[in-house]
């Protein structure tokens, strides 16, 4: 374990950046599965929740300190 800690609404790093350029991912659902937003271009994938903590390098905003639009 890496002591992460992640919830809903969070914007996290990935270990691997989207094509597009931007590695900031806004966590939109969480489950089984976890679905994250590339917050670049807004696409929108679904990982299982196992595969996501170890994709995930780490949380660059926590969900509190981000104002909602
Ligand atoms: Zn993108």
Known sequence: ????TFELGD??????????????WKIIRMGAD???KCEGCQHSVMIPRREFE????????????TSEE
């Open 1 to 4: 374990m890496n002591g992460q």
């Open 54 to 65: 170890k994709k995930m390098k780490k949380v660059l905003k926590k969900a509190e300190l």
């Open 11 to 24: 914007v996290v790093e990935m270990k691997k950046q989207h094509p597009c350029g931007t590695n900031e």
């Open 34 to 36: 976890v679905r994250i």
